[in-house]
């Protein structure tokens, strides 16, 4: 059973503060991504990494970074957080580059920036 | 890029009724549809999907219909219950790189 963990379920940080996200999976995926997800707007990608140190930009990267140093750990950084950014926050992993490939999603950060 | 559009945005059942969630999407060269569910509180999972090869696939009470030419495909969940209350999303993908989901549904079923 595929099991994706994010390191923290509720997180609130002050303006311009960096924050890091956290997420691990434990099935040897290839790809690793990372969501917004905002009522009325649904899930977007911020950011999608393919190998490790290998990632690719999605829709909505301004204001973040990520870093993928290890195949089972994806990281999302907030350089500067602002308030925008307050949003629940998923990670997802894939084995590999296949569309049909399912997508397991993490339990979700609630970050709150005041 | 692709761009997912779903309907309707929020829905209401009666136990029993069915419930039909529509998706259109923009890009002819997706060729993966997955259906995710939420419920409150919960990670999205993946409940039924469908690849371009195929015109409708069914599980039970759910079935999904992909229609290539008009590029459209529907989520259709018969006899609903209670505990299929949760916000459903679509998505397309041509590479399983990236995937666009569309905005989701939220479904009540009312007992």
């Known amino acids: 059973d595929v099991k994706v963990t994010q390191s923290s379920r509720y997180l609130v940080k002050r303006t311009g503060e960096k924050v890091f996200l956290e997420c691990v999976q434990d099935m040897d995926h290839e790809n690793m991504f990372w969501y917004r997800q905002d009522p009325g707007l649904g899930l977007r990608l911020i950011y999608f990494?393919?190998?490790?140190?290998?990632?690719e930009k999605g829709d909505i990267p301004e204001g973040y970074s990520v870093s993928r140093e290890k195949k089972e750990r994806f990281s999302l950084i907030l350089e500067s957080a602002s308030t925008n950014q307050t949003s629940m926050y998923l990670c997802?992993?894939?084995?590999?580059?296949?569309?049909?490939?399912?997508?397991?999603f993490g339990p979700g950060t609630r970050l709150t920036v005041l | 890029g692709e761009n997912v559009e779903q309907h309707p945005s929020t829905l209401s059942v009666q136990e029993g009724d069915s419930a039909v969630i529509k998706c259109t999407y923009s890009?002819?060269?997706?060729?993966?549809f997955p259906w995710y569910k939420q419920e409150l509180g919960k990670r999205p999972q993946l409940i039924i999907d469908?690849?371009?090869?195929?015109g409708e696939k069914k599980d039970q009470r759910i079935a999904v219909t992909l229609n290539k030419t008009a590029k459209h495909f529907s989520l259709h969940i018969t006899e609903t219950q209670p505990e299929d209350s949760a916000v459903y999303f679509c998505?397309?993908?041509?590479?399983?790189?990236?995937?666009?989901f569309g905005t989701g549904t939220s479904l009540t079923v009312i007992p």
């Open positions: 990494s393919y190998d490790v140190k290998m990632k």
């Open positions: 997802a992993s894939s084995l590999s580059h296949r569309a049909t490939d399912t997508q397991y």
């Open positions: 890009d002819s060269a997706s060729n993966y």
């Open positions: 469908i690849r371009s090869n195929v």
């Open positions: 998505a397309a993908s041509s590479t399983g790189n990236q995937f666009y």
